[in-house]
């Protein structure tokens, strides 16, 4: 990692001396899972289609076979690769850092899969299902390995309504964030002396706008993302590195720097 030991100390300082950490998580945390970003390029059959125009309550209506297709082939994905150092040197920052927080924008489960005790899911979880029509209340959950129907005819219908078709539980574009979580998220991040941003582009909105609260209100942006993206503008410190490279390397040294 061709960064400046000085300059990795300085980065792991701030977070070393964090009061109220919050540790904001998006798909390029996962890359190095082997789980593509949304911005990848997908592969194959999916190549030609924008993840922004199937994640979408339009487009489940439009073609509920297509889009379920694609979560399948996304949890397909999931379930063959595995969490990287960079979600166990987040389980020992909080071991570190007992206050700490993760909010993440991330569907994958792999901050929970490694043991990470708080963490805040703003977009949903691709392993769960819920009614289209929340027919039951917000949310109406389905255990689809209980249903029977044909895989290859796409979603199988809600149990309780029989009208309406499962669909994956998360947030599509055009949808509401779950309230209380963003509620969280939002006082958060107007708390947070220091907010660690890892791994997204900062391009979806509300999520995208949490470090900003953070530094509008006295806090510390830190980045760990090896491009660009909306947050560095307003980031204090961006190391420019794949954050399973820099992530073990930065909790190592806070380690380090809370044991002298
Ligand atoms: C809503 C779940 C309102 C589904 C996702 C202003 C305010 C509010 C809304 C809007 C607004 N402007 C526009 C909107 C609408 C829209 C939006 O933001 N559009 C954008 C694109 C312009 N927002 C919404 O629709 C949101 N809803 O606001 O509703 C409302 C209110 C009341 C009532 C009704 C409606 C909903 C947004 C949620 C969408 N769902 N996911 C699914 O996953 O299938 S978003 C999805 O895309 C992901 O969850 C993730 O959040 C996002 C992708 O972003 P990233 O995670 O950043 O990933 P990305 O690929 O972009 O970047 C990866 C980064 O990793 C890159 O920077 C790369 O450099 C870096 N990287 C690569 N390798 C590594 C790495 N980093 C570290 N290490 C590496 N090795």
């Not at 009061?19 to 998006?26: E, I, N, P």
């Not at 990287?84 to 389980?91: E, K, Q, T, W």
């Not at 909080?94 to 929970?112: R, S």
């Not at 307003?234 to 720097?257: D, F, K, T, Y």
Request: charged share 20%.
């Amino acid at each position: 990692m061709n960064i400046s030991e000085e300059v990795l100390k300085q980065f792991a300082g701030h977070i070393a001396n964090a009061k109220r950490l919050v540790v904001s998580t998006g798909a390029g945390i996962s890359k190095e899972s082997g789980v593509p970003t949304f911005r990848d390029a997908h592969d194959g059959l999916w190549a030609k289609y924008d993840p922004m125009q199937l994640a979408t309550p339009q487009a489940f209506r439009r073609n509920p076979k297509l889009v379920w297709d694609w979560y399948q082939y996304r949890r397909d994905l999931i379930a063959s690769a595995e969490p990287n150092p960079g979600h166990y040197a987040l389980v020992e920052l909080e071991e570190l850092t007992p206050q700490m927080i993760i909010v993440t924008q991330n569907v994958d489960g792999f901050h929970q899969m490694v043991g990470s005790r708080d963490v805040i899911g703003l977009h949903g979880n691709i392993q769960e299902f819920k009614c289209f029509d929340n027919c039951q209340g917000i949310p109406t959950l389905i255990d689809i390995d209980a249903l029977e129907w044909d895989k290859e005819s796409g979603p199988p219908l809600c149990p309780y309504c029989q009208q309406a078709y499962a669909r994956p539980n998360v947030v599509w574009f055009g949808e509401a964030l779950p309230a209380e979580a963003l509620e969280r998220a939002f006082q958060l991040s107007l708390q947070a002396d220091v907010m660690l941003v890892v791994g997204t582009s900062g391009l979806v909105q509300p999520s995208a706008s949490l470090p900003a609260i953070t530094r509008r209100s006295g806090g510390m942006v830190l980045e760990i993302n090896p491009n660009p993206s909306m947050i560095t503008s307003i980031a204090n410190q961006h190391l420019m590195v794949p954050s399973g490279e820099a992530l073990p390397v930065v909790v190592n040294l806070v380690r380090q720097m809370k044991e002298t």
